[in-house]
């Protein structure tokens, strides 16, 4: 290991590679909920690299070496996928973090190891918009890309694969490959970015991304919705849309998640009627704009059985509902043992609700659930407290979920804790497939081994 780390140190400088434990202890692990997270291994280094040039470097010499190289950004995966799991290198990109605006083509060119905070700040600045915000904004541009992350939005503004308009990407033999650029149409061969995009670090290292970007809207507000019925809430959603509505997001949330979550945060949740809620987020280019839907949308949910809704325009207001939102994960996950993120077609949601309401039935078991709903996305929590019945009932919400044309996650992706689920739940041909490109791209398989997809 000693020439290893020398050859390395040639590469990245002596300051960038770090071996004692105690201070790479952050770099080996995740959000995963600790009951499930994979155990990291041992023997490992960190690497920082300054550009894409070092970077081909190391996998160059680590594909000839046959050493596995585990990429990392911010750490906010819940599927351990950044998890080194084997003797290797954990490559952080964190020094990587130029990001450059392009007014004129409505695109900003971002690399690796640029924080989504830092993105969205140099875009607004610009006066401009990147409307993909997948949660924890500590999250890096390079993770974003490689688990094509998702969030709230995505009914109205869809995922990251579909803000990428460009990469650069270095593949386990050091060559780097440039894809894509600043275009909106390209029908050039194969898409071989659109492997790249989602392949969990597993088929390329993204050092580079170009993302499409819109002009800035001029108005938001925020609305909760109750209902004393959770089918007369989920069943208001496809009404919205089939209305001619298309919000920013609409979340699905109960009475007791989110009046704990407050707490938990400092805060008092300001909604007291009903047992769950429909969150609308609306965002349009004028007040009125926001006005008109957010009246149309009420009355809609009025008309399918809730009650009466609060609306918050002013900024602060709203980011006060969206902050108790965004840290469920957080109040739950001292007592979480995985949480799970089936995802089927948005009409089948509420069938969806009820298999998992059978599951902790049966096993007289409490799931927390919440999720996007206008895009059939629901996070189930399997508890500590339930630790023994946690794979039964999961194996059962994953199979309602794919008798409902479901999959078994819709964001986190498959990483680590998901592998052994997909021979169950994909068909042995797409695995068959998929196992081939992994072969193609990384004949070795150095590249972040034993995540994303099982071994032959």
């Keep these: 290991m000693k020439r290893i780390v020398e050859d390395l140190q040639g590469i990245v400088g002596e300051g960038y590679v770090v071996v004692e434990r105690t201070r790479i202890g952050d770099y080996l692990v995740d959000e995963t909920a600790e009951v499930v997270r994979p155990m990291p291994a041992e023997d490992v280094v960190l690497l920082k690299p300054a550009n894409a040039y070092e970077v081909s470097r190391i996998l160059g010499y680590a594909n000839e070496n046959r050493i596995p190289v585990f990429p990392r950004g911010g750490g906010t995966g819940l599927v351990g996928g950044a998890v080194p799991t084997q003797r290797g290198i954990v490559l952080s990109l964190e020094r990587m973090d130029r990001v450059e605006v392009d007014r004129e083509n409505l695109m900003a060119v971002a690399e690796a190891g640029v924080t989504l905070e830092r993105l969205l700040a140099a875009v607004d600045e610009a006066g401009l918009s990147f409307p993909l915000h997948p949660g924890e904004e500590a999250a890096q541009v390079g993770g974003l890309v490689a688990t094509n992350a ?60 170009i993302l499409r970007l819109y002009p800035k809207l001029g108005a938001a507000a925020t609305m909760i919705v109750p209902y004393n019925s959770r089918h007369e809430a989920l069943n208001s ?7 001619g509505r298309m919000p920013m997001a609409i979340e699905y949330a109960e009475k007791e998640l989110m009046e704990r979550t407050a707490k938990h945060l400092g805060e008092a949740w300001p909604v007291k009627e009903g047992s769950c809620y429909l969150l609308v987020m609306e965002e349009e280019s004028s007040r009125e704009q926001v006005l008109s839907e957010s009246l149309r949308i009420a009355e809609v949910c009025k008309e399918n059985g809730s009650l009466e809704p609060l609306f918050a325009e002013a900024k602060d207001e709203q980011d006060r509902i969206l902050r108790v939102r965004s840290n469920i994960y957080s109040a739950l996950k001292a007592e979480t043992a995985d949480i799970l993120d089936v995802t089927v077609p948005p009409a089948e949601i509420g069938r969806l609700m009820d298999a998992v309401d059978e599951v902790a039935k049966k096993y ?80 070795n398989n150095i590249l972040n081994p034993e995540k994303k997809i099982p071994s032959a």
């Design 150 to 209: 998702g969030g709230a939005r995505a009914i109205k503004h869809g995922v990251t694969r579909n803000y990428v308009k460009g990469v650069e990407a270095v593949l386990p033999d050091g060559s780097v490959l440039t894809l894509g650029g600043k275009l909106q149409k390209n029908n050039v061969g194969y898409d071989l970015m659109d492997l790249i995009i989602g392949s969990e670090g597993t088929l390329a290292v993204v050092t580079k991304a």
């Design 237 to 243: 959603v496809p009404k919205i849309l089939q209305d």
């Design 364 to 443: 007289e078991a409490y799931l927390p659930v919440y999720g996007h709903a206008a895009d059939g996305n629901l996070h189930v929590h399997l508890m500590k407290r339930d630790l023994a019945k946690m794979e039964d009932m999961r194996d059962e919400i994953y199979r309602a979920t794919v008798e409902l044309g479901g999959v078994i996650t819709g964001e986190h992706g498959i990483g680590k804790t998901r592998v052994k689920s997909l021979t169950r739940y994909l068909d042995p041909k797409q695995i068959e497939l998929m196992r081939k490109i992994k072969t193609l791209f990384d004949p």
